[in-house]
């Protein structure tokens, strides 16, 4: 699998869970998070070319995949 890149915010229980699904999994992965950055909504809206409503926002490679319940239906989370 290619890299996961998750953005969020550290007080983010689903930000948490995708961390950990990713540790759990094996899965190279970076995480940004949005407060330490700087990095607002709109910011990242731009990055992604869509709107940005909820953290965290993943993506697997340059492929967007979407929030949490998206990333671990994907890889088939259990």
Do not use: H, W
């Amino acid at each position: 699998m290619q890299k996961v890149t998750i953005y969020g915010r550290d007080n983010c229980g689903y930000c948490r869970m995708a961390r950990d699904l990713c540790e759990r999994r094996g899965f190279e992965f970076r995480y940004i998070d949005m407060i330490a950055e700087g990095i607002s909504k709109a910011d990242l809206q731009s990055t992604l070319g869509r709107p940005v409503y909820t953290v965290p926002q993943i993506l697997i490679g340059s492929e967007y995949i979407g929030g949490y319940t998206d990333f671990a239906a994907r890889v088939g989370a259990r």
